[in-house]
């Protein structure tokens, strides 16, 4: 056998144990998933074929309607704020000189923690009468919601509570600060550029590629939220509620349809719906990125 | 003047991201009438909250369940993936290049179109409601750890193999004798994720565990939080304290592996 033949050989090898995982548990399950959205099947009668009914219901359903308009609404607060208070964190971070490890330290904790006692651990401090955030706000003079039982005000306070986990995001943009060349930021203040004019003109076109990055991913994530929610207010005493309605987020509603009311069918269909959406506005984040990123001097 | 500015500012961040914590061991040693007064110290002090929740729930089989189940990822997930990041660094032949574009395209696959599919093959294979689906996907290697172990093989200077392969050594001698010391620090970068993000998820127990003997750590808090929390007993202490405890090993974990976990998280986004 020649070098190349030898040499490609070994590399398949090592390449089996994925090859086989991405057939058993990616690409089989993908085309087995798309012909059960095409079938009504309940684990106990074999499936049965309906062509898009399955389609058809879901976009007729009130609580897809209620589900996806609740995770889309989620995902345009959550994503930004997290942006937002990571990039001036990560500023932040970058000013505390030698510290900067142990602030470091104390954003990352709170990544650690288990979702489900996050869950738990809101659920109080977000109390309307007792909790601490509120008790906060009253400092100030401000009457804070009931965050945890008004439906208007459940999905804003996921979204306080996802700003305690917002560490990861923000040490990666700490890393990607570190990569801004220094003479960037002396050529600007010969300029006489007030920070603000830096920050704009040069920290974010450094990091740019950084936080197209995280845009990306913390939106594919969201739109998938679903523990920390369904912790709180899903479950075995799950409320049949105005509370339930205003958390149920897409895949919540996917869950239940699939392990609750065992309709594998539909949820494959509604898995699918969520598949359409995300590629869709994954690829409006693609085309708008060709706009707006600067790879250069972002690479490492 | 500025400076003050900045420290005031870290002040301020140290308090708003350590105070939950703070909050929930203080709450966790409180008594029942107490729980919810936000003072910071626990005053009357109650750490029986700790001996009651332990007695009430199987606390130390879940916790030996999430030790099990996520030692079992870690280990397979670091084998595995080394295994085939080592492939796709040190060998050329048709195809790889665009199958690893495979594997970053399997990075953004949505993880709810699989739920379903991969639940019924489990159901098909007769373990669907065992600990196995919970770690044993990470056998076959997972595109992140990948990806990552691949920048790690990268790094590794090439002259090295090149020379060992001259002297006869074998495709799998490079991998384990060489590749995989020097690539420790990326190896243990691995294990800590996976062992957090297996310590740490409820999504498959949900879907897999139905008998409570077999519950990991996050399913058995949920069920604590189903029977004590809202619409529960309403026995909060019992519930916080339950979480404390699921919370502390992860707290430790940071503290011994910190720099593994900025490393893994860092790497997320170098191309």
């Known amino acids: 056998m020649t070098v190349s033949g030898r040499e490609a050989r070994a590399g398949w090898l090592f390449l089996l144990p994925w090859v086989i995982g991405f057939l058993a548990f990616t690409a089989g399950p993908m085309l087995f998933s798309l012909w059960l959205s095409l079938t009504h099947y309940d684990m106990l009668k074999p499936p049965a074929f309906v062509g898009l009914e399955n389609y058809r219901e879901a976009l007729a359903d009130e609580r897809v309607g209620t589900a996806m308009w609740n995770t889309v609404f989620f995902t345009a607060l959550h994503v930004p704020s997290q942006i937002v208070l990571a990039l001036g964190l990560a500023s932040l971070l970058r000013r505390a000189g030698r510290g900067s490890g142990f602030f470091r330290t104390i954003l990352y904790l709170p990544v650690m923690t288990p979702p489900v006692a996050l869950a738990a651990m809101f659920l109080l401090l977000l109390n309307g009468q007792h909790g601490a955030v509120n008790g906060f706000l009253g400092w100030f003079g401000f009457q804070g919601p009931n965050w945890t039982t008004d439906p208007a005000w459940i999905k804003p306070g996921l979204v306080v509570m996802g700003l305690w986990t917002v560490g990861s995001t923000a040490v990666l943009y700490l890393a990607a600060l570190t990569r801004v060349p220094v003479e960037r930021y002396e050529a600007a203040r010969l300029d006489g550029a007030s920070p603000w004019r830096q920050f704009w003109h040069v920290t974010l076109p450094g990091i740019s590629g950084t936080v197209y990055f995280t845009v990306v991913v913390n939106t594919i994530a969201s739109l998938q939220v679903f523990t920390e929610a369904y912790a709180m207010f899903f479950g075995a005493r799950a409320k049949q509620s105005a509370e339930g309605d205003a958390a149920l987020f897409y895949v919540i509603h996917l869950f239940q349809e699939a392990f609750g009311s065992l309709r594998m069918g539909y949820a494959s269909a509604l898995a699918w719906g969520l598949f359409a959406v995300i590629a869709v506005i994954t690829a409006v984040q693609v085309r708008l990125s060709r706009r707006y990123v600067h790879y250069e001097g972002d690479r490492s | ?271």
């Not at chain 2, 397979?76 to 660094?89: E, I, K």
């Not at chain 2, 990326?186 to 897999?208: N, Q, R």
């Not at chain 2, 404390?244 to 430790?252: E, F, S, Y």
Request: proline share 6%; net charge positive; charged share 15%.
């Open chain 2, 1 to 271: 003047m500025k400076r003050v500015g900045v420290w005031a500012a870290l002040l301020v961040v140290t308090v708003a991201f350590g105070y939950p914590f703070w909050w929930l061991v203080s709450a966790s040693l409180k008594d029942r009438a107490h729980v919810f007064d936000n003072t910071l110290l626990p005053r009357p002090f109650s750490p029986g909250n700790y001996v009651e929740v332990w007695q009430a729930v199987p606390l130390l089989t879940w916790i030996g369940n999430s030790v099990a189940v996520g030692l079992a990822a870690a280990a397979a997930a670091t084998a595995a993936s080394a295994l085939v990041a080592f492939g796709f660094a040190m060998f050329r032949f048709r195809g790889r290049d665009l199958l690893f574009g495979v594997v970053l395209a399997t990075m953004m696959l949505p993880a709810a179109v699989t739920m379903v599919p991969v639940y019924l093959e489990w159901h098909a294979l007769g373990l669907a409601t065992t600990q196995i689906p919970l770690w044993a996907q990470n056998l076959f290697g997972s595109a992140f750890y990948i990806f990552l172990l691949r920048q790690f093989f990268l790094g590794l200077p090439r002259e090295v193999f090149d020379a060992a392969k001259v002297d006869g050594a074998s495709a799998w001698r490079l991998f384990t004798s060489m590749a995989l010391p020097l690539a420790k620090p990326g190896l243990v970068v691995v294990f800590v994720f996976e062992l957090k993000a297996a310590w740490t998820d409820l999504v498959k127990p949900l879907i897999y565990l139905r008998d409570p003997q077999l519950y990991t750590l996050p399913r058995g808090l949920k069920a604590v939080l189903d029977r004590f929390g809202e619409g529960g007993e309403e026995q909060w202490e019992l519930v916080l304290a339950a979480s404390a405890i699921a919370t502390v090993p992860m707290v430790l974990l940071f503290l011994v592996a910190q720099r593994h976990f900025v490393r893994g998280t860092v790497t997320q986004h170098v191309e």
